[in-house]
């Protein structure tokens, strides 16, 4: 009996490990290309932030600026991603057996580890940001 059970359920735990690979793969994604957005926008402002330090702001404004803007970017296509999926949602309903098609609780949890994963991504350019030597940065 457990034989049959362990076979009947077969498909659709080969179906939920697939897409916890697939939802694993997409948040990477998503880190990665945050990390590059805010690195490339970061590297092409390295002489702003060398004049800025150069002038007397401390590296915590300048930390802080970073931040707040790679927030707000990724904010900005959180909410965007949030209006896609609600509206894609409508087509996948048939796919969702036990499951309402918005689950909030869901929705909350993705947009939470979203917004950390943005939080982390933007820290690493944002250091880097701090660390510009005002003298270098002036003599290019």
């Given at each position: ?8 359920l077969?498909?659709?735990r080969?179906?939920n ?5 697939f ?18 926008g ?7 932030f ?17 931040l ?22 409508r087509?996948?309903?048939?796919l ?5 098609a ?22 690493i ?7 510009v030597?005002p003298?270098v940065?002036?003599?290019?």
């Open positions: 009996m457990e034989e049959a059970v362990s076979s009947s077969l498909t659709r080969l179906t490990w697939l897409l916890t690979a939802a694993t793969a997409a948040f990477v994604l998503a880190a990665i290309g945050i990390y590059g957005v805010i690195s490339i970061v590297a092409g402002r390295m002489r702003e060398g004049v800025r330090i150069a002038l007397g702001a401390k590296p915590a404004n300048v930390l802080q600026l970073v707040r803007q790679g927030v707000w970017l990724a904010g900005a296509g959180i909410v965007i991603g949030l209006l896609g999926a609600t509206w894609v949602v087509f996948l309903r048939s969702l057996f036990g499951v309402s918005f689950d909030l609780p869901t929705f909350m949890a993705a947009t939470v580890v979203l917004v950390l994963v943005a939080i982390v991504a933007c820290l350019p944002a250091r880097r940001a701090t660390r030597a003298a940065v002036l003599r290019e």
